[in-house]
T-cell receptor
Framework: ETAVFQTPNYHVTQVGNEVSFNCKQT?????MYWYKQDSKKLLKIMFS???????VNETVPRRFSPQSSDKAHLNLRIKSVEPEDSAVYLC??????????????FGPGTRLTVL | AQKVTQTQTSISVMEKTTVTMDCVYE???????LFWYKQTASGEIVFLIR??????ENATVGHYSLNFQKPKSSIGLIITATQIEDSAVYFC??????????????FGSGTQLTVMP
């Protein structure tokens, strides 16, 4: 049963455009994440966020920014997309902030293609 | 920095057999947590099983079990009585303390499992 929802499923855009992806979780979890999965299936953490703290992976370009209205939502904005941003973006949530229980629950992903 | 390595890029097995997928990790922590996730063809990523380093018993959930060899820094995933629907990419992951001071998961590169009828 899906409990982490992402929209859209797919997005195709031109270089330089701004895009925004939505993520909502109905699990009541405290922490949400954004991952990037490249064409080789490599998964890299981009952001970790709970209602108190945002952690940014230092390798993430500044054109990426997370946006949250409450602990159930964490959107991802890309200010000016570039070709290397083409990837699948996965949202996830977990019950705690790095405690012993660190299982994460993933959304279905948003596939971004930059032309 | 901690690291998770999966050297098997793909494995093919016949249905109803047992398969083991390898994973080795590097860590300086005395206590750590290891996970296996499955990504189906639809892209869905699902948590399967977890091993806490301080536990001597290998974790088991359904037809998934782990072969935890701490001296070798190895955490193999064993799937018994494989089914067609087990065909997926399997990721090994470890909890890691990032330079920012927060906990995060780092993933291996994945192993594509194909179960044939």
């Amino acid at each position: 049963e899906t409990a982490v929802f992402q929209t859209p499923n797919y997005h195709v855009t031109q270089v330089g455009n701004e895009v925004s992806f939505n993520c909502k979780q109905t699990l009541g979890h405290d922490t949400m994440y954004w991952y990037k999965q490249d064409s080789k299936k490599l998964l890299k953490i981009m952001f970790s966020y709970n209602n108190k703290q945002l952690i940014v992976n230092e390798t993430v370009p500044r054109r990426f920014s997370p946006q949250s209205s409450d602990k159930a939502h964490l959107n991802l904005r890309i200010k000016s997309v570039e070709p290397e941003d083409s990837a699948v973006y996965l949202c996830a949530s977990s019950p705690d902030w790095g405690g012993s229980s660190y299982e994460q629950y993933f959304g279905p992903g948003t596939r971004l293609t930059v032309l | 920095a901690q690291k998770v390595t999966q050297t098997q890029t793909s494995i093919s097995v016949m249905e109803k057999t047992t398969v083991t997928m390898d994973c080795v990790y590097e860590t300086q922590d005395s206590s750590y947590f290891l996970f296996w996730y499955k990504q189906t063809a639809s892209g869905e990523i699902v948590f399967l099983i977890r091993q806490d380093s301080y536990k001597k018993e290998n974790a088991t959930v359904g037809h998934y079990s782990l072969n935890f060899q701490k001296p070798k820094s190895s955490i193999g995933l064993i799937i018994t009585a494989t089914q067609i629907e087990d065909s997926a990419v399997y990721f090994c992951a470890m909890r890691d303390l990032a330079s920012s001071g927060s906990w995060q998961l780092i993933f291996g590169s994945g192993t594509q499992l194909t179960v044939m009828p």
